[in-house]
């Protein structure tokens, strides 16, 4: 089993700056990328960044040159940096921790709320 602890949301005013974490523990040998997802109100829940096992990223062009995702394989963690902060930013933000095996071995997390207002 693999269990995701997500911290680091909250409310920021437009152009500030937030961090979130996500930590994997369990049978974390098992983990491939990891990413960030995020879900606002009624809408679908879309890929915001995803770092490979070797480091490799991929981004959303919609926060491309604001968010910075990286990984710390020792502690089986991902963060994002998130920069610039808009306010359609706002949104329930997903750690999801991809396995070897398939996507339906896939782990999200329980989302953690970030808001972007002034």
């Known amino acids: 089993q693999v269990q995701i602890t997500e911290s680091g949301g909250g409310l920021v005013q437009p152009g500030g700056s937030l961090r979130l974490s996500c930590a994997a523990s369990?049978?974390?040998?098992?983990?491939?990328?990891m990413g960030w997802y995020r879900q606002a109100p009624g809408k679908q829940r879309d890929m915001v960044a995803i770092v490979s096992t070797d480091g490799t990223t991929n981004y959303s062009n919609s926060v491309k040159g604001r968010f910075t995702i990286s990984r710390d394989n020792a502690k089986n963690t991902v963060y994002l940096q998130m920069n610039s902060l808009k306010p359609e930013d706002t949104s329930v933000y997903y750690c999801n921790v991809d396995r070897y095996g398939g996507p339906e071995y896939a782990v999200w997390g329980q989302g953690t709320q970030v808001a972007v207002s002034s």
């Open positions: 369990g049978a974390t040998f098992s983990i491939n990328a």
